[in-house]
């Protein structure tokens, strides 16, 4: 599809369908997708890994500037020359993790510089971009073409979780507490949210993911184009 590079935003809570979403509107677009919570999840493994506290804010932070974080072609984080999988991404281990790290502010203000600076790279070479987060639509890309949150109960998340990891019946209370945890810890940050203003808000509650995404694209191709830098 050849349209003028755009910028768009997805933010919302933990299984909300907004990575899977955006992965599927880029592909649309022909754009580039940044899933920037995947970055605070590579992380969070590198920290476990090599036996950092992911409390040590300012070894976290300085680890981080050593690293000398870059992208490879389709969006992956690259830490040290090293990427994770997206299987090691969504792993138990991450989802214990991330929150320490990306509410650290040093860490986030890094990664946040970082994220604006690869989109104005996409945007600069006329490549359209899809930015996937908490925080994208308000941190990283508040002047985007199109800005949008998707919102889905507590309940219907747990079961997307327990279906994604192939996880027993049993395992959907842990599943639910540890996204009602996060919902409670990712309030704040300047994250956007359903109220975050001039944002688009989709509901996903017994929606097929065709559904969402013909409506996303249709709001993408019917906006007007941006004012101001994205």
């Given at each position: 599809?050849?349209?003028a590079?755009?910028?768009?935003?997805?933010?919302?809570?933990?299984?909300?369908?907004?990575?899977?979403?955006?992965?599927?509107?880029?592909?649309?677009?022909?754009?580039?997708?940044?899933?920037?919570?995947?970055?605070?999840?590579?992380?969070?493994?590198?920290?476990?890994?090599?036996?950092?506290?992911?409390?040590?804010?300012f070894?976290?932070?300085?680890?981080?500037?050593?690293?000398?974080?870059?992208?490879?072609?389709?969006?992956?984080?690259?830490?040290?020359?090293?990427?994770?999988?997206?299987?090691?991404?969504?792993?138990?281990?991450?989802?214990?993790?991330?929150?320490?790290i990306?509410?650290?502010?040093?860490?986030?203000?890094?990664?946040?510089?970082?994220?604006?600076?690869?989109?104005?790279?996409?945007?600069?070479?006329?490549r359209?971009?899809?930015?996937?987060?908490?925080?994208?639509?308000?941190?990283?890309?508040?002047?985007?073409?199109?800005?949008?949150?998707?919102?889905?109960?507590?309940t219907?998340?747990a079961?997307?979780?327990?279906?994604?990891?192939?996880?027993?019946?049993?395992?959907?209370?842990?599943?639910?507490?540890?996204?009602?945890?996060?919902?409670?810890?990712?309030?704040?940050?300047?994250?956007?949210?359903?109220?975050?203003?001039?944002?688009?808000?989709?509901?996903?509650?017994?929606?097929?993911?065709?559904?969402?995404?013909?409506?996303?694209?249709?709001?993408?191709?019917?906006?007007?184009?941006?004012?101001?830098?994205?």
């Open positions: 599809m050849a349209l590079p755009v910028v768009v935003t997805i933010d919302g809570p933990a299984g909300s369908g907004k990575s899977t979403l955006a992965a599927d509107l880029a592909a649309r677009l022909g754009a580039a997708a940044l899933h920037t919570g995947r970055h605070y999840r590579a992380i969070a493994l590198a920290m476990n890994r090599i036996g950092v506290a992911p409390t040590d804010e070894t976290v932070a300085a680890w981080l500037r050593d690293a000398a974080p870059s992208l490879t072609v389709d969006g992956r984080l690259m830490l040290h020359g090293a990427a994770y999988t997206p299987s090691d991404l969504e792993s138990p281990d991450a989802d214990a993790l991330v929150s320490t990306s509410n650290q502010p040093l860490v986030r203000r890094r990664l946040i510089d970082l994220q604006k600076d690869w989109v104005r790279a996409w945007t600069q070479a006329r359209s971009v899809v930015i996937e987060g908490r925080d994208a639509g308000t941190q990283i890309a508040p002047h985007a073409h199109r800005r949008f949150y998707l919102t889905c109960s507590a219907e998340r079961e997307r979780r327990l279906r994604q990891r192939g996880a027993s019946g049993e395992e959907y209370l842990r599943i639910r507490a540890e996204i009602e945890a996060r919902d409670a810890e990712d309030r704040g940050f300047g994250r956007t949210t359903a109220d975050t203003p001039g944002i688009i808000t989709l509901t996903t509650d017994g929606c097929q993911r065709g559904e969402v995404l013909t409506s996303l694209l249709r709001l993408v191709l019917d906006a007007d184009p941006p004012t101001g830098e994205a």
